[in-house]
């Protein structure tokens, strides 16, 4: 219509095509599609419900249980910068076991990929490190700003003495949520922080952290962002978290099965510039959260497509785990998880578990030529210690064999590339 505005033509134009949608929609038999996301099958939806799909609001497509996939945090993946700092930071400062020492997998030159986590090496405590001293990275928002560690109620005055003790930069002691915590900065400059939090995990301890103070492994991590909306609708739609709260500048969202590790706090920044997105040492480079097996790696890398998330890589082959990886919305790195049976226990016993450099099976035929080029480095005392170990822990794992669609790099696939 001729002087009418420009956007309102556009919401007609826009509202016809969900109708028309709605429309089709609805002349497919109940039974045809949808998925039971607790289970992964194939299930129906009654197209009396389904058919508003075009028009539902997040909150109720939540609610239909369009992603119960995704599980608490599996790991987070840090760049450091030399490897003896953060082996030395993680290990002695943070109190973490040194639980995994390999290479990382993509590249030609030999990277060290360090895994950190709790006693019993657990998914929702493992922080995984690349020191990577080649190029510095630029910290900002669209990252991963601050990995959250649970310690026990009462031990905010020990960490605080304990920081000092390492002479670690810290903020004092803080509160949000109804939680004490306390920030501090690796001297890479990343940023941690130890919460007060209720967590039966069993805990890695060294010489002067003891098992009554010592974290159990993630409360959560903080995302930093200029904008929630998008992230929100991510997190909520695609990864199926639920928004529990806000307090000032954070916006706190859990995911669907509870329990430790499955807290993420946006902290909304919205004059901050970028932060960069590759490789650089003093940055957080992405968050792993678990899913059950490889069909539910699967299923979600279909949900990110259904969604419009149409970058969602291949699912790749990491030897402990699979992964595939997407860019979410406010600019943070996505990987969800499968683990593999076995996991870190597949190429060391329970007591050797990060004592020496372990290789994928089709890297060791250039271990000297990858170790001649590594960093050399101390281990941690603690990491000698002969320790008690339940098996990996994890829901029920299924392998790679198992599925009908190839991962990316099989070992198979790698001797081939080899040739
Ligand atoms: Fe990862």
Known sequence: MAGEPKFRHNYVKLNRSARERAVKLSSIPWGCFGRDLDSTRTVAYDPKTTVRWPFAGRTEVAAKGMSTLVRGIHHITQCPGPAQQDLDFCTQVLGQRLVKQTVLMDGSIPIYHFYYGNADAEPGSIATSFPYSRKP????????????????????????????????????????FARKYLRMWHPAGMQYEVVEADDPRRPSTTKCISEDVASRGFFGAVMSVRSIEEQELFFVDALGFRKIGV?????????????????????????????????????????????????????????????????????????????????????????????VPGGFYQDESAEELGTKLTLPPWYESQRAEILAMLEPVTLPD????????????????????????????????????QR
């Open 137 to 176: 990275g630029r910290r900002g928002s669209g990252q991963i700003s601050r990995l959250s560690y649970a310690v026990p109620k009462g031990t905010m005055a020990f960490w605080k003495d304990h920081l000092d003790r390492h002479s670690v930069e810290h903020s004092g002691i803080e509160e949000r």
């Open 247 to 339: 307090d000032g500048p954070y916006h706190r969202f859990e995911a669907t099965c509870g329990g430790p590790g499955s807290i993420i706090d946006l902290h909304h920044e919205p004059d901050l510039p970028p932060g960069s997105w590759g490789f650089g040492s003093g940055t957080f480079h992405h968050i792993a959260f678990s899913v059950d097996n490889d069909e539910a790696l699967f299923a979600q890398k279909a949900h990110y497509e259904e969604l419009g998330y149409t970058d969602a890589s291949e699912v790749k082959d990491r030897y402990y785990f699979h992964s595939m990886y997407v860019r979410s919305p406010g600019g943070i790195l996505v990987e969800c998880t499968a683990n």
């Open 382 to 417: 603690e990491n000698r210690r002969e320790r008690t170990h339940r098996p990996f822990a994890g829901s029920t794992p299924v392998g790679a064999s198992t599925t009908s669609i190839p991962l990316s790099r099989s070992n198979r696939d790698f001797a081939r590339y």
